[in-house]
Nanobody, 123 residues
């Protein structure tokens, strides 16, 4: 059974940093695209960043230059390094993976999801 477990969320002041981790199990993910999404209170879940099996990445415009997505295929782990955090980054962050290697920004393209980790940025 495929399982994704996020960790690393917490409370941080504006301008601070956090590193989220996503541990995947249940199958080999080296050939799968992976992504981070987030959902703020009262808002729809939105795409944040995605990484292909080969390391190509894409980002939401508002996080470009502040967030970095990376992965370790050998250990089925993905990270999201978040810097210069803003209050508007406050959300539950979810990791997701799909069964094919090409990255996507669309939620419906992802097959498996974690339970989420809360990130709160205070002003």
């Amino acid at each position: 059974q495929v399982q994704l477990v996020e960790s690393g969320g917490g409370l941080v002041q504006a301008g601070g940093s956090l590193r989220l981790s996503c541990a995947a199990s249940g199958r080999t993910f080296s050939s799968s695209a992976m992504a981070w999404f987030r959902q703020a209170p009262g808002k729809d879940r939105e795409f944040v960043a995605a990484v292909s099996w080969s390391g190509d990445s894409t980002y939401l415009d508002s996080v470009k230059g502040r967030f970095t997505i990376s992965r370790d295929n050998a250990n089925n782990t993905m990270w999201l390094q978040m810097s210069t955090l803003r209050p508007e980054d406050t959300a539950v962050y979810y990791c997701a993976t799909r069964l094919i290697r090409i990255l996507s920004t669309r939620q419906r393209d992802y097959d498996y999801w974690g339970q989420g980790t809360q990130v709160t940025v205070s002003s």
